[in-house]
């Protein structure tokens, strides 16, 4: 059979827009990201404003850009005792490569480890919204608490802390947020909030504190700078990756071959039936 050029033509689009996107534009001799050379954002544009460019498609101011390198940068490791470190370490003793105990990582951070920030950020962004239907500061935080907490369970995310009575990362990062506030970089309003969960937490436990812990401070950040919830998730991802990569190196270093969750010479407690014998019945 036979193609008219127009039907070629046809063909060739449809082939062309099999993928849509506006993120990057190539050519051979050509690269452009979001309409930006690469050849130009080469040494003048920093990774976390790279990544807000390619997420959001416009380059940040340079103060909103060290907002977000701050965020991403203070979460970015908590020791072989979280799971996705563990896994990474564990993964490099069984003889596979960076990228395959980095995936092996990465591919735990879910709802429960990893998903704290983005489940901070819709918290807040509720509250937001509930204020903006006229409820006052106070009571939109506590009804927003309880929509979390019906969402989520007990535990709220970006508050508390199993290890750490204060968190030490979450008071300067907020530390940073009220100074953009100042300066006019970011309106302040999300960290007025997260304080505002945190005075509800402390009153329902008749002031018992649950401070603000990493999670909710850079989901703090995130809000103010207008990242969407899902987001708030994939940023994480790229922050504790740096963490994952270096235990993942270390590990490759120290050598090791087989190492599992606890040492060998300690076993697990079993709670199943003692020996029995196999019944006559199953020979």
Request: aromatic content about 6%; glycine content about 10%; overall charge neutral.
């Amino acid at each position: 059979m036979n193609t008219t050029p127009n039907d070629a033509q046809q063909v060739r689009q449809g082939v062309q827009d099999w993928w849509r996107t506006s993120i990057i534009d190539m050519a051979p001799g050509s690269i452009r990201y979001r309409g930006y050379p690469i050849q130009e954002l080469i040494g003048r544009v920093s990774f976390a404003q790279m990544i807000w460019l390619m997420t959001r498609g416009e380059l940040p101011g340079a103060a909103e850009a060290r907002l977000l390198d701050a965020a991403l940068m203070a979460a970015v490791d908590h020791g072989p005792q979280a799971p996705s470190i563990a896994i990474a370490r564990m993964a490099a003793t069984c003889g596979v490569g960076l990228n395959n105990a980095m995936a092996s990582a990465v591919n735990v951070l879910g709802d429960v480890h990893g998903g704290a920030g983005e489940q901070a950020v819709e918290m807040y962004q509720d509250i937001a919204q509930r204020m903006d239907r006229g409820e006052d500061l106070r009571a939109a935080a506590s009804a927003g608490l309880d929509a979390a907490v019906e969402r989520h369970g007990k535990f709220v995310s970006g508050f508390g802390h199993r290890f750490h009575p204060i968190d030490p990362r979450a008071p300067r990062l907020l530390e940073l947020v009220d100074e953009a506030a100042q300066a006019g970089v970011v309106g302040g309003r999300f960290a007025r909030i997260g304080r505002a969960v945190e005075a509800e937490l402390a009153a329902r436990k008749n002031g018992r504190r649950i401070p603000m812990n990493i999670d909710g401070a850079t989901a703090v950040i995130y809000a103010e700078l207008g990242f969407p919830a899902p987001l708030a998730r994939g940023l994480f991802c790229l922050s504790r990756s740096v963490g994952i990569l270096a235990h993942a190196w270390e590990q490759t270093q120290q050598g090791g071959r087989n190492k599992g969750p606890i040492p060998r010479e300690y076993l697990w407690s079993y709670d199943g039936p003692p020996q029995r014998e196999v019944p006559d019945s199953q020979a």
